[in-house]
C-alpha cells in the first residue's frame, strides 16, 4: 500500500490527512488529545475503525501528558481525555468501544501512574494491530460472496483509509482481486464531503483495481440495467437485530438493490455491533455543519443561508442486509439470533461486551 492511515510514533500520532486527498498527500502529527479531537471531529480521520484506532491512540497520548500528584487527580483526567474523546462523533460505535476498552485497561488492577500509560500504550498498538488482521479476515470470508466477472458497488469510503488498513468492504474485494477473480467496481461520489469520489476511487485506483465513479443517484439507474451484481458497505454501528447506520445515502441503495434483486451486504467488525442498541431508530445520528450541503468543494452551490439538512449517516432496516460480513463469518437473517450469537461466541477473544 502507497500510504498508512495513521500510525502510532511513540510520543504522537501520525495520521494522513483525508480533508486534502487526492490532491494533496500530507501527513499531519496529532500531539495531544485536543488535536486527536479535532482530527476526528473535522475527518481528517475518519471511518468508523479509524476513529476507534485514533481515540485509543488518543487515550494513551492523553495518559503521557497527564501532570499529576496522585493516582486519584491521573484517573480524573484520564476520565477527562475519555469524555472529550468521546465527544468528537456520536454514531461510529467503534469509538465508544475503544475508550472503553483503554478505560478497562487503566482501571484494572492496583497501577501505579506510571505502569497504567505503558499498559494503555500496549493496549492502543493492540488495537491498531487487531484492526489490521481482522480486516484481513473479513476480506478472506466476504470473498466468496463475489464471482469472476461481477461489478460491486460500494458506497463512501470502507476502505485502508477508514481503518488501520485494508478496509472492511474494500478488504472483501482487494481479497477476491488477490485470488484472481475479475472484480470491478463501480464507487458513489458520496455526497456532501465526497469519501467515494475521494477516497475509494484514489485508494483502489492505487491499487489497480478497476473502478468506476457515478453520482448518488445514478446507482438505481445502473442496478435496474443489471449493470450491479452486488453492493457490499461498511457501517458505523450495527444495532441487536442488524438494522445498520452508515453514510447517509446507504439507505436509498439499499431499498433501490432489494427491488432490483441485487444482494447488498454490509461488512464490519464486530467492535462495529452495538448489542445494547436494540433497533436502529435508538441509533444516535450526527448532524453535521450546513457548510458542507452549501459548498462543494469549498465553493458556495446554493443561494447563501438556504436552510440546509445535514445528517452524515442513515439506517438501513435488516430486512434490506443480505448478509453481514464480520472477522468471525457471515450473518445471516434472522440477526437478532445471529448477531446475539456471535457476540456470546466471541466474547471473550474480541472484548466484545
Ligand atoms: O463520515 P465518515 O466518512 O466517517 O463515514 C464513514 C462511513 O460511513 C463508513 O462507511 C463506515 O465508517 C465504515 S468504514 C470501514
Known amino acids: ?44 480521520v475518519r471511518g468508523a475503525p479509524a476513529i476507534g484506532v485514533a481515540a485509543a491512540m488518543g487515550m494513551a497520548l492523553g495518559a503521557m501528558k497527564i501532570k499529576y500528584s496522585d493516582k486519584d487527580e ?76 461481477e461489478t460491486v458497488m460500494t458506497h463512501c469510503n470502507a476502505g485502508a483509509l477508514a481503518t488501520a488498513g485494508y478496509g472492511t468492504a474494500l478488504s472483501v474485494i482487494r481479497a477476491a482481486v488477490e485470488v484472481g477473480k475479475d472484480i470491478k467496481v463501480i464507487a458513489t461520489e458520496t455526497r456532501p464531503l465526497l469519501q467515494g469520489s475521494r477516497l475509494t476511487v484514489w485508494e483502489l485506483m492505487e491499487d489497480n ?49 432489494k427491488e432490483n434483486n441485487v444482494p447488498f451486504y454490509v461488512a464490519a467488525p464486530l467492535s462495529t455491533i452495538d448489542a445494547d442498541t436494540k433497533c436502529g431508530d435508538d441509533i444516535p445520528i450526527e448532524e453535521r455543519n450546513p457548510i458542507e450541503v ?30 453481514i460480513i464480520t472477522e468471525c463469518g457471515i450473518l445471516y437473517p434472522p440477526y437478532i439470533k445471529s448477531i446475539s450469537r456471535v457476540i456470546s461466541e466471541n466474547r471473550v477473544e474480541n472484548g466484545i461486551d
Not at 468501544?97 to 497504567?116: F, R, T
Not at 443489471?226 to 444495532?239: H, Q
Open 294 to 323: 452549501r459548498e462543494f468543494m469549498g465553493t458556495t452551490s446554493t443561494v447563501k443561508d438556504v436552510q440546509v439538512f445535514n445528517p452524515a449517516f442513515d439506517v438501513t432496516p435488516n430486512r434490506f442486509v443480505s448478509g
Open 74 to 149: 491521573f484517573m480524573s483526567k484520564l476520565n477527562d481525555v475519555a469524555d472529550l474523546l468521546a465527544s468528537s462523533r456520536p454514531t461510529a460505535k467503534n469509538l465508544f468501544w475503544a475508550i472503553e476498552k483503554m478505560m478497562v485497561i487503566a482501571k484494572s488492577g492496583d497501577d501505579a501512574p506510571d505502569k497504567i500509560i505503558k499498559k494503555l500504550e500496549r493496549k492502543a498498538l493492540q488495537i491498531y494491530e487487531e484492526d489490521i488482521a481482522i480486516n484481513k479476515k473479513i476480506g478472506e470470508n466476504g470473498a466468496a460472496v463475489l464471482k469472476s466477472g
Open 1 to 44: 500500500m502507497s500510504f498508512h492511515t495513521i500510525i502510532w510514533l511513540g510520543h504522537a500520532i501520525e495520521i494522513i490527512d483525508q480533508t486534502l486527498l487526492p490532491q494533496q498527500k500530507v501527513y499531519i502529527t496529532l500531539e495531544d488529545p485536543l488535536q486527536v479531537f479535532e482530527a476526528i471531529k473535522e475527518l481528517k
Open 209 to 257: 483495481i478497476d473502478v468506476t465513479l457515478i453520482t448518488d443517484s445514478m446507482s438505481g439507474h445502473f442496478m435496474k440495467d443489471g449493470k450491479i451484481n452486488k453492493i457490499i458497505v461498511g457501517a458505523d454501528r450495527i444495532s441487536a437485530n442488524g438494522d445498520v447506520a452508515n453514510k447517509i445515502g446507504t439507505y436509498n441503495h439499499a431499498v433501490v438493490a
